[in-house]
């Protein structure tokens, strides 16, 4: 499942440039919204949705410039899920029984197999007024330090020769 559109768009200085978008809804791990969250045992995130930006600029004279963005979305890449689903505002359950963080280091390493190692994190979660997102982005930031620090760097890279191994 996905989308593309695409569109020439004629600027003021008489240039015309070409917009592209496409999204792409991943297979891995979809599911409608309450009923899949988290990340599953190989790394991939519930309801993953990659979106690419192209900007071509067209000319008759010249070589045509084009510009890229990826952008990725999907749940927060550790195991938690809703208790309540016809609730409402259904509560969270985070299992934190999943202390190596393996999950969330196979989602890590995957990102960074597909797009190299320059990868920026944007955190939609809000931090005041709602005590259930503020569980989870707060769990969510231990995990970034826990796989921040030198020995799970060193699981990490293991995860990601035990992952292309394995052709996860």
Same mark, same amino acid.
């Given at each position: 499942?996905g989308?593309?559109?695409q569109?020439?768009?004629?600027?003021?200085?008489?240039?015309?440039?070409?917009?592209t978008?496409i999204?792409?809804?991943?297979?891995?791990?979809?599911?409608?919204?309450y009923?899949?969250?988290?990340? *599953?045992?190989?790394? *991939?995130v519930?309801?993953?949705?990659?979106?690419e930006?192209i900007?071509?600029? =067209?000319s *008759?004279h010249?070589?045509?410039? *084009?510009?890229?963005l990826?952008?990725?979305?999907?749940?927060?890449? %550790?195991?938690?899920? $809703?208790?309540?689903?016809?609730s409402?505002?259904?509560?969270i359950?985070?299992?934190?029984?999943?202390?190596?963080?393996?999950?969330?280091?196979? $989602?890590?390493c995957?990102?960074?197999r597909r797009?190299?190692q320059?990868?920026h994190?944007?955190?939609?979660?809000?931090?005041?007024?709602?005590?259930?997102?503020?569980?989870?982005?707060?769990?969510?930031?231990? =995990?970034?330090?826990?796989?921040?620090?030198?020995?799970?760097e060193?699981?990490l890279?293991s995860?990601?020769?035990?992952?292309?191994t394995?052709? %996860?």
């Open positions: 499942h989308y593309i559109k569109q020439t768009i004629q600027m003021e200085d008489f240039k015309k440039v070409q917009y978008l999204s792409r809804r991943s297979q891995y791990f979809a599911g409608t919204r009923l899949r969250r988290g990340v *599953n045992d190989i790394g *991939n519930a309801n993953e949705v990659e979106t930006q900007i071509s600029q =067209i *008759n010249q070589r045509n410039r *084009n510009s890229s990826v952008q990725i979305r999907g749940s927060l890449p %550790f195991c938690w899920s $809703h208790t309540n689903i016809f409402p505002n259904p509560d359950y985070i299992d934190t029984v999943q202390s190596s963080f393996t999950s969330t280091a196979a $989602h890590f995957d990102i960074s797009y190299g320059r990868i994190l944007l955190s939609l979660i809000r931090h005041s007024g709602s005590t259930r997102e503020t569980l989870l982005g707060d769990y969510f930031g231990s =995990i970034l330090n826990s796989l921040s620090n030198s020995s799970t060193r699981d890279k995860t990601t020769s035990e992952t292309q394995n052709k %996860f």
